[in-house]
Each structure stands twice: as C-alpha cells, then as structure tokens.
C-alpha cells in the first residue's frame, strides 16, 4: 500500500476522498505506521484488537493511540469494559480537533486555509442538504430579551453554563486558522463532556462559571454570534462565531437554525444610526429611507440578538417570535 493511498483512505473515511488537501493535513499530522493504525481504528477498537490487526506491539501501539489522541485524529470510547479508540469520522470534527492542538504547524494552517477558500463552500452546501434539521442554531443573548418574557433553560445560556459540571474555554478553530476579523480567539466554551475531553487533551483551560458568563457576554457585545446544537439543551459546546473566519454560514439556513427570537425595534427611540444594520450577519435589517428607523425582515432574523447590544438608543429588544416546539427534542 502506497503512503499516498493510505493517506486518501483516511480522507474517505471521512467522506473527501476527492479533496486536494484533506489528504495532505493527515500526512502532516500522522506518519505511515500512523496512519495504518488509523485505518485500523475506522471502527472502535482496543488496544488489543489493533495489535490483531496491525502487529506492532501492545507498547508502540499504546504510545501512538496517545499520540494521535493529542493531534487529535483519534477519540476515545470510555466504556465500563475498557476503552475503545476510533478515528475521526467527519471533517468538521477533523477540522476542530486538529487546529486547536497546542503550537500547530503553519504547513497545517496554510492547508486548512486552502481547503477552507477553495472547498468547503460546495461540500457544505452539498452536506447541508441531507439534514432533516438543521444540526446547530443561534442562540440569543441572554440580555437582550424582554424580562416579561419567559425564558426556557434550552434557550439560556446563562441557565446551560450554571447548570454545568465542569466548564473549559477554547480557542476557536476557525479564527486560528483566518482570523482577519481581528475578534477574539479564545471563546469556544465547552461544557461537561465536551470540556472533559479539552482538559484531557491540553487544548483548552478550565474556567468557572462566572468567567464563562463574562466571555459569553464580551463575544455577544463585540458582535459575535452564540451557535449551539440544535436541539432541547445547548449540547456540549457554545461557539461564537464571527462573520468573516467561521464555517457555519456557506449552508446558510440549511445548516443554521434561528433562535425562538426575532428583533423589535422600537420606533419611537431609533435614530436611524445604521448600526444594527451594519453588525447582522443575516442582512435581516435596513433603514428605511423615507422614516429614517430600522426595520427588520422577519425572515431573515435569526434571532441572535447582536444587533440589539450595538444599539446606542438601546432601541431593540428581542421577542418570542416561535414556538416552543420549534427546538427539536
């Protein structure tokens, strides 16, 4: 077996067989024995199954599960009978799991960077299409909305991050890769498992529960959004993401569900400023020529609330605009 075929093998696995670059970034990361035993761990498998399969000795093979683990190209299954190890199995967790490594190479970088200009775009679009429903959605900043309105635990932040165990910060793979925004890069928060799984690794630094509030409010104040799991519950990690450097938004409302929210803007107090229509990602307000005030296109609000904590006139609130039902269980 050729290193370039192996290489691809792995870039199958996680459905980019065809990718110019995919390959390249686990050639960067993984060595050929490495990559074998990659290919060997596509199903979950002890450590001794592996040896089985690929020969090396249970000890060479223990410090290279390690190793992998670190780069992040592999993940572990923690069962009562022992731990089982798995390749990654998509590229978005490819992706994630890769860049957030401590010092990564710039050869890696440059490659993520390339595959995000000239790739990601069409397969995300293409993948996008297949959910039933889309897999993560913004949620709204927790002080913006109304206080006479009621707030479930599934659309709180705030509710998520005090109900926490254990709480990590990360830095966000997207903006470590870009970053031209110039926004901040440490403020993926992780949550439980999630945040487990950082600590184990080094790739992020536990935080408390007051501190993971702050960050969440500095990223909704500078313009970021919170995107979150789609479903009841915020699942195990709050990205805020920018505009410029992150992935979520070639799928477009394929990929990226609203918040039960939409923006109200009170006409009485807007000046017309152009703010809020400057911060939406969504194109979802613009001022109108003739009233001079702000007025926001239903269908396109998301529901983030960025829009309201740029607002000098504090002439925005966010108001229930979907059921409860809207967030799948």
Known sequence: MSEKSIFVQLAEHIGHGDSKYIPDIFKVLASEDEAKLLVAAKAPSTIRALQEQIGFSEEVIGKMLDDLFYKGLLFKSKKPDGIKYYTVRNVIQFHDSTIIVDDPSQEML????????????????NLSTIFAVPPTRVIAINQSIDSQSKVLSFDDITKAVDGARTIAVARCSCRVVDGSCGMPVETCIQIDKAADYALERGTGREITQDRAVEILKDCGEKGLVHVAANKQGLGMTICNCCKDCCENWPGGDQFVAPSRYAAKV?????SGCEECSERCFFDAIHIDGDKDIAVVDMDRCKGCGV??????EDAIQLEIVRPEEFIPA
């Open 307 to 312: 829009c309201q904590t740029g607002c000098p």
């Open 110 to 125: 440059d490659l993520w960077k390339k595959y995000n200009n000239e790739e990601w775009a069409p397969y995300f679009a």
């Open 266 to 270: 009170d006409s009485e107090t807007c």
